[in-house]
């Protein structure tokens, strides 16, 4: 696998192909690290070939495409499944954004419970132990027998953990502590994948 050179910054996330003193994304200084990176094209076409699928996406018209049959997950709040057009569309990704503090893991174990009536849940935890989630779960009265736990942020262990639950959903608290042991900072930090 073919790898190649990118700056971060450790600040705001931002990447560019050059070393730069200010980062453009955040305006901090001297926050752009060295950072190695595996080919993704590479990578993506030997995912593809390996799989079966042709690395060829052909577009398709506007006309051609089937709208309004995809399956939809209720959450149990009436007004986040309305904001969501009707539920979670299954294979859809949903970012829930938030300060610190204001109640995105509580809400999204919340979720849980209605959604794991019906399907299996996986929740991926990168900031708490198993059993501090169980606490707060206990305490909201979260008591579904089809919601999985793990306290993991390595992104090869999280998928090898989906491929053996098989989940319908799986909750990824919080994204930017999720990492990949292929791409790392100059100074041998692993970064964000």
Do not use: H
Request: net charge positive; with cysteine.
């Amino acid at each position: 696998m073919k790898s190649k050179t990118t700056y971060i910054c450790n600040e705001c996330g931002y990447q560019s192909p050059k070393w730069m003193g200010k980062c453009p994304g955040c305006n901090s200084w001297n926050t752009m690290e060295e950072t190695i990176v595996a080919d993704k094209k590479t990578s993506a076409a030997r995912t593809a070939a390996a799989s079966g699928v042709s690395a060829a996406v052909k577009p398709k018209k506007i006309g051609d495409v089937q709208a309004g049959s995809e399956t939809r997950y209720k959450t149990g709040f009436k007004e986040l499944d309305r904001v969501l057009g009707g539920g979670i569309v299954k294979g859809s990704l949903i970012l829930v954004g938030g300060d610190p503090g204001i109640g995105k893991s509580t809400l999204l174990l919340q979720i849980c419970q209605k959604a794991g009536e019906e399907k299996k849940i996986l929740y991926v935890s990168g900031e708490e132990s198993e059993g501090q989630i169980k606490m707060r779960a206990e305490r909201l009265g979260v008591t579904c027998e089809s919601l999985y736990l793990i306290s993991e942020t390595d992104v090869e262990t999280i998928i090898e953990c989906i491929n053996g639950v098989k989940p319908d959903i799986v909750i990824i608290d919080s994204i930017q502590t999720m990492n990949r042991q292929d791409i790392t900072l100059g100074g041998g930090q692993r970064s964000a994948g």
